[in-house]
């Protein structure tokens, strides 16, 4: 039997070589972090479920690629981690030819991992 291709390579397959190459390393890093991570496409993007719940989404715009904890308090938790990159409430922007550091996103997954084991499971 072959596997059909995740939603996230339809939507790598759209992207310039070096939004694709980035995200694709971050595809991995995550998958390799939470192998029972399941993908999919949420809010328009390549996201990862752990346990039904969103885990974090990641996206490209025109000038950058992102991670999308989707949570105010793992960014605000690293603060000091996140000072060379641009940031809002729920996302970090980084240049697709410099990508996370693998490290950073293991923060990043850790912390947004505690987060969920820590809420009440979906009803």
Same mark, same amino acid.
């Given at each position: !039997? ?6 996230? &390579?339809?939507?790598? &397959?759209?992207? *310039? ?22 993908? +999919? ?14 885990? %974090?989404?990641? +996206? ?9 904890? !989707? ?9 000091? &981690?996140?000072? +060379? ?11 697709? &030819? ?9 923060? %990043? ?11 009440? *499971?979906?009803?």
């Amino acid at each position: !039997m072959i596997d059909a291709p995740s939603p996230i &390579d339809g939507y790598l &397959d759209t992207l *310039p070589s070096d939004k694709r190459r980035t995200l694709q390393h971050l595809r991995a890093t995550v998958s390799e972090l939470v192998p029972e991570v399941t993908e +999919g496409i949420s809010y328009q993007l390549p996201a990862f479920r752990w346990q039904g719940r969103l885990l %974090v989404c990641f +996206g490209a715009a025109k000038h950058h690629c992102a991670l999308y904890p !989707m949570s105010r308090a793992v960014i605000k938790s690293l603060a000091d &981690d996140l000072a +060379g990159y641009s940031t809002s409430e729920g996302t970090i922007r980084f240049p697709p &030819d410099e990508p996370l550091p693998e490290e950073l996103v293991e923060k %990043v997954i850790t912390l947004r991992l505690a987060e969920l084991a820590d809420k009440k *499971p979906k009803s």
